[in-house]
């Protein structure tokens, strides 16, 4: 039976209207601004606001993570430096506000879940069955990238950084007109460590 011609001119106008995709991951150095309410740097939460106004490509930005793990430790750290002052004023008022580490830690989650849905970032989960543990434990021994050489071992979060984009990009659409994976750092050798894995 021979097709309808809107059919398949619907077809091609849905063929053509899917966008390239560009998905980027945030690191750590990216979001850290030193307050306790704001998950994101402001001019990153600004560029991620920005980039939903671009119509022919779509963007996708992800937080690994133990980056979101990371950052809900920071925010929650400089929440609880602010819990003397606080208790101090209840004792001037002679009234408790009933705020405690564990009303602190259950508002700053729900802070970084009301900003990644206001942002549309997307959590990038690691699936530990994926990684190669035996490799990862070596370079750590040996220092290699992304552990930092020295007495003491540094890099494990940045290695879970490495293994959560690798597995992106596994995951990922393999044609570059149809999808791209960038990681945006500060972080030289974490961002050698990608290019050395994704070589070729």
């Known amino acids: 039976m021979a097709e309808h011609p809107d059919a398949q001119g619907g077809r091609l106008k849905r063929r053509a209207a899917r ?20 998950l994101l740097r402001q001019e990153v939460a600004q560029l991620v606001q ?31 430096k602010l ?14 506000l009933g705020i405690n580490e564990e009303i602190l830690a259950e508002r700053v989650n729900t802070a970084i879940e009301r900003q990644l849905t206001g942002l ?27 552990f930092e050489a020295g007495e ?16 992106l990009i596994h995951d990922s659409p393999k044609s570059p007109t149809v999808c791209r994976v960038g990681l945006v750092t500060a972080d030289a050798l974490l961002s050698s460590t990608i290019e050395r894995r994704t070589d070729g």
């Not at 966008?19 to 704001?38: C, H, M, W, Y």
Request: hydrophobic share 40%; proline share 6%; glycine share 4%.
């Open 152 to 167: 003491h071992e540094k890099g494990f979060r940045d290695a879970l950084v490495v293994e959560s984009v690798l597995q």
């Open 19 to 38: 966008k390239p995709e560009l998905r980027i991951v945030l690191d750590t150095n990216q979001l850290f601004t030193g307050s306790a309410s704001d």
């Open 83 to 96: 819990l003397p002052a606080l208790h101090r004023v209840e004792r001037l008022l002679g009234h408790s």
């Open 50 to 80: 920005e980039c939903r106004r671009h119509e022919d490509v779509a963007f996708v930005w992800y937080i690994p993570e133990v980056v979101r793990l990371e950052r809900q430790y920071q925010m929650l750290e400089a929440g609880r």
């Open 120 to 146: 549309n970032l997307h959590v990038l989960p690691i699936d530990a069955s994926r990684v190669d543990w035996r490799q990862l434990i070596e370079d750590a021994a040996g220092r290699r990238p992304p």
